[in-house]
């Protein structure tokens, strides 16, 4: 199985800051690579697939780059809206992995 | 608009097994594959496995084979996603989700979840 781990576990920010979340893979898993935002209480919203493309209705404040083993998540200005948990999650081959989460704190 | 309505919440004794549902509308059923995705209290996300509702053909992960078991019924545009052998850590929250455009896509719809509960 691909071993997918995420960091950091949790983040603390403020509103209008720019972050940056990293998902390392133990194999190559070329840019298929899903990021998630969940919120408490809530289903997983995917945010981004291959990688860099992003969910239409997604703010362009969110952006994904990298492939191979590592890739990032970044988030260009914080909006309050934005605190919550995020996962990455590879597609290359089953079974599919997640990351074990960044939780993105105030 | 694509919806997935799962099955309500289950309270099972050790042992014993779960079938929870997941009722598709607002696509072509048989085009999409569904997944299975856990969440335990307080943790990460855990891809359980895949059925292709076109061919019923199923992947599960390693972890879960032997006590998985998911299924589809056309007629209905349903899945089902059965656990035997229930422990209590396998007290989390199911959520099937359908791909985003087909085999190798993520999952882009997800239902609202079904929590299942092990406790004796």
């Known amino acids: 199985d691909i071993q997918m781990t995420q960091s950091p576990s949790t983040l603390s920010a403020s509103v209008g800051d720019r972050v940056t979340i990293t998902c390392r893979a133990s194999?190559?898993?070329?840019?298929?690579l899903a990021w998630y935002q969940q919120k408490p209480g809530k289903a997983p919203k995917l945010l981004i697939y291959k990688a860099s493309s992003l969910e239409s209705e997604v703010p362009s404040r969110f952006s994904g780059s990298g492939s191979g083993t590592e890739l990032t998540l970044t988030i260009s200005s914080l909006q309050p809206e934005d605190f919550a948990t995020y996962y990455c999650?590879?597609?290359?081959?089953?079974?599919?992995?997640f990351g074990q989460g960044t939780k993105l704190e105030i | 608009q694509v919806q997935l309505v799962q099955s309500g919440a289950e309270v099972r004794k050790p042992g014993a097994s779960v079938k929870v549902s997941c009722k598709a509308s607002?696509?072509?059923?048989?085009?999409?594959?569904i997944h299975w995705v856990r969440q335990a209290p307080g943790q990460g996300l855990e891809w359980m496995g895949v059925?292709?509702?076109?061919?019923?053909?199923?992947t599960y992960a390693q972890r879960f084979k032997g006590r998985v078991m998911m299924t589809r019924d056309t007629s209905t545009g349903t899945v089902y996603m059965a656990l035997s052998s229930l422990k209590s850590d396998d007290t989390a929250v199911y959520y099937c989700?359908?791909?985003?455009?087909?085999?190798?896509?993520?999952?882009?719809?997800w239902g609202q979840g079904t929590l299942v509960t092990v406790s004796s």
């Open positions: 607002g696509y072509p059923f048989t085009s999409y594959y």
């Open positions: 059925i292709n509702p076109f061919g019923d053909d199923t």
């Open positions: 989700a359908r791909d985003y455009y087909g085999s190798g896509s993520p999952e882009r719809y």
């Open positions: 194999q190559s898993i070329s840019d298929w």
């Open positions: 999650q590879q597609y290359n081959s089953y079974p599919y992995t």
